[in-house]
DNA sequence: GCGCATACTTACCCTTCCGTCAGTACCTGA
DNA sequence: TCAGGTACTGACGGAAGGGTAAGTATGCGC
């Protein structure tokens, strides 16, 4: 492993994975339940939405919180890390969504 | 194949790939030949630079210009969506740079 | 005592991504 | 004539990432 290159190397590494954007998307708006976040991310599956959350709590971007109750209750939100995050992530939403026809066009397979 | 689910979903996709965020660094500050790339970016191979250059060329990110002298000079370059990416993604870079120790910290391997 | 809801966990497999390495084509200068 | 510089190209294999499907624990209501 080598060092960061610069910060959008480190940056890149955090939101790597197939789902991590769209998580710290839908966690933009407060917390949410595990189940809520599943309905929410269509596609994704029960195993691949832990593990990319495992992951992103790791990194302090996101924070787990259980409920002792029955049935349980897991609260995923946005650390400060997770919410400044975001914030430079919108940027890179803005200009997504401006050549979105240009870039679904262009788009292999 | 499901369409973009925003517009992080689809600049995602198109930053997508071990080298390309490096390889849009490497050309902010103008146009480079194949081999100057091949030196600035360390590590990258001969097949993995060609590769991910075609892609970002596919996409319209990066120009691609060849002088037919030899021995063989090709240039790239970014185009204005290229520059216009590369913008949006300051915001990043800086959100990395300024968490760069916390995150060489969480990193895993 | 049985199904249901929630939030996981695990085993297995397959595809994609990436790295290694060898080879191509062209002209130049020694 | 032969090494050298430049910009590729392609075969092969391993590692990493992601998908499928089945199973776990807990208590509640019927």
Redesign the pocket.
Known sequence: MRAYTCGLDAAADVIG???KPRILWALHHGPM???ELRREIS??????L???L?ELESRDIVH?E?FHQ?????EYSLTELGRSLNEALIPLDTWGSEHLTELEASRVR
Request: charged share 30%.
């Open positions: 994975g197939k789902w339940r595990f189940g596609g994704v599956t029960e195993k691949m832990i593990q990319q495992r787990r259980v029955v049935p349980p209750k897991v």
